[in-house]
Each structure stands twice: as structure tokens, then as C-alpha cells.
């Protein structure tokens, strides 16, 4: 079955730099992939999706590229702010469901 | 008013207690789902319902119930609760017409059982 991986450590970013987040995937390769946002205590918000077939979305500062060679995703944040500080999810599409990464912990330091 | 709404949105219950989550979607989606989301685990979904008349089990069905009243109302029931229900349950729609179908999260319910 298809497994999703991100990574479970928060990753600490300095102000102004660029923040990256992977997500990883390990069995068929989604026709398209998405990732979420996820406030503390709030539901997930959709960010981007991305087709099989496109190798690189962009929207305002946020980035997101889709290798299906590698079977992994990245998603990056340029220009980083502290108000970028949140949970980033990724999910793929199964059968009937959306498939869900647990997640990883964005802290943008001031 | 927010799309997706959720309630109650905290709750704390007694083990074998019976209890019942509500949501509300004004996006006019047919598909709704419930996931249970806890610490260091994606979202699992318990079950989701594509129109009033198809309701299907997700992966952790086990110990819940679930009624799709109305196109717009999708109810998560927990027939005898027990401790290790005690996670946050989010409420999602999906519009099911494409590949752009993202999906719309309600607030969310903390569920705590004693």
C-alpha cells in the first residue's frame, strides 16, 4: 500500500531564508499531489496541487516540485516569515481517499 | 460564516458514553469524510460518504458509526466511547468533479474520553 513519508523532526528556519519540506512516497506515483497547511488546533488548508506531469508549481513564495523518479516532492518557501510557522502536509491521491502525510513542523525563528 | 462547520468543538466524556460529532458544509459538495487525527499520525479516515445514499467505511471504521442526513449534514457517532478515542476529528467535503477537487476541513472537535 502506498506510504507516505515526511519528516516527523520540526525543521527551524532563520527569517528571510528559504525553508524546504519533503515528502516522500514509496510505492505507484499519484496522478497529483497536494500539501496543506495546518495551524495548531485548526484544520488543514489547501496551499498547491501538482500533476504527475508537471515538474514545478509556484505560488507567490511558495514552491512545490514533483520528481516521480524519485518518488518525492518538495515544497519551499522563499522569503520565509514567522507567520509561515504551521505544520505542512502532503497528501496523494488513492482509490477513494485522500492519502496523508503526519506532517512536518515549520518554526520560523525572528 | 465558515464553509465547513463542526460541533461541538470540545469535548470532554466518560468511557461507554455514546456520542455524536455534527457537521455542516454550505460548499454544496456531495463527497464528506471524517478523519481522526492524533500526535505524530497523518489523518486516518473512519469513514466518508460520496452522496446521501453511498456511506463507506474508511480505514479505522472500528467502534464508530456514521449518518449522512443531508447532502450538507454528516454525523460521526461513538456508539460506547472509550480512552483511546480521544484524538481531534476533522470534518472534510471534496467537490469529486476533477482532478482540482482539494478538500475543505471544518475546524475540528477535540474529543477527550476519561
Known amino acids: 500500500s502506498q506510504k507516505i513519508e515526511q519528516n516527523s523532526e520540526a525543521l527551524n528556519i532563520q527569517e528571510g531564508k528559504t525553508a524546504t519540506l519533503t515528502c516522500n512516497y514509496t510505492?505507484?506515483?499519484?496522478?497529483?499531489l497536494q500539501w496543506y497547511r495546518q495551524d495548531p488546533g485548526r484544520g488543514p488548508v489547501f496551499l498547491l496541487l501538482?500533476?504527475?506531469n508537471e515538474k514545478e508549481k509556484r505560488k507567490e513564495r511558495l514552491k512545490v516540485t514533483f520528481d516521480t523518479t524519485l518518488k518525492q516532492s518538495l515544497f519551499h518557501i522563499t522569503a520565509s516569515q514567522p507567520a509561515d510557522s504551521a505544520t505542512y502536509l502532503c497528501?496523494?491521491?488513492?482509490?477513494?481517499?485522500?492519502?496523508w502525510g503526519a506532517g512536518t513542523k515549520l518554526i520560523i525563528k525572528p | 460564516d465558515a464553509d465547513v462547520t463542526q460541533t461541538p468543538r470540545n469535548r470532554i466524556t466518560k468511557t461507554g458514553k455514546r456520542i455524536m460529532l455534527e457537521c455542516s458544509q454550505t460548499?454544496?459538495?456531495?463527497?464528506m469524510y471524517w478523519y481522526r487525527q492524533d500526535p505524530g499520525l497523518g489523518l486516518r479516515l473512519i469513514y466518508y460518504?460520496?452522496?446521501?445514499?453511498?456511506?463507506n467505511k474508511g480505514e479505522i471504521s472500528d467502534g464508530y458509526s456514521v449518518s449522512r442526513q443531508a447532502q450538507a449534514k454528516f454525523s460521526l457517532s461513538l456508539e460506547s466511547a472509550i480512552p483511546n478515542q480521544t484524538a481531534l476529528y476533522f470534518c472534510?467535503?471534496?467537490?469529486?468533479?476533477?482532478?482540482?477537487?482539494?478538500?475543505?476541513f471544518g475546524p475540528g472537535t477535540r474529543l477527550t474520553v476519561l
Open positions: 501538482i500533476r504527475e
Open positions: 510505492n505507484y506515483s499519484p496522478a497529483y
Open positions: 472534510a467535503t471534496r467537490s469529486g468533479t476533477g482532478v482540482r477537487d482539494t478538500q475543505y
Open positions: 497528501a496523494l491521491d488513492g482509490d477513494y481517499q485522500l492519502i
Open positions: 460548499k454544496g459538495h456531495d463527497r
Open positions: 460518504s460520496f452522496d446521501v445514499k453511498d456511506i
